[in-house]
């Protein structure tokens, strides 16, 4: 059973930062690759960063460049987010995903991906 959990949200006052984690189960997370996504109320989910199984490819949208940092620890199962420099406009609900395939032509086409966390909120607000 394929398992997505994401942690680390929270609230933060902007210029602030947050680490998400997502740990996964259940499949072979060395050999997959995995996917941030965001959801903000009344808008549609949209990819943030990608990061390919061995992590050499390290995909960022334009909102995340420069300030977001995506990692991985194979030997723990885990993604990571670093967030920096928050803004009012990065608050949403984040997501991992995968489709537990090495890489995906399309990183932020969320089509792309079969297995999804619950999320975790992050919200930026004074």
């Known amino acids: 059973q394929v398992q997505l959990v994401e942690s680390g949200g929270g609230l933060v006052q902007p210029g602030g930062s947050l680490r998400l984690s997502c740990v996964a189960s259940?499949?072979?997370?060395?050999?997959?690759?995995i996917g941030w996504f965001r959801q903000a109320p009344g808008k549609e989910r949209e990819g943030v960063s990608y990061?390919?199984?061995?992590?050499?490819?390290?995909v960022y949208a334009d909102t995340a460049k420069g300030r977001f940092i995506i990692s991985r620890d194979n030997a723990k199962n885990a993604v990571y987010l670093q967030m920096n420099d928050l803004k009012p406009e990065d608050t949403a609900v984040y997501y991992c995903?995968?489709?537990?395939?090495?890489?995906?032509?399309?990183?932020?086409?969320?089509?792309?991906?079969?297995?999804w966390g619950q999320g975790t909120q992050v919200t930026v607000s004074s």
């Open positions: 990061i390919s199984f061995g992590g050499v490819r390290r």
């Open positions: 259940g499949f072979a997370f060395d050999s997959s690759g």
């Open positions: 995903a995968t489709n537990a395939r090495r890489y995906t032509a399309a990183p932020f086409r969320t089509s792309e991906y079969v297995y």
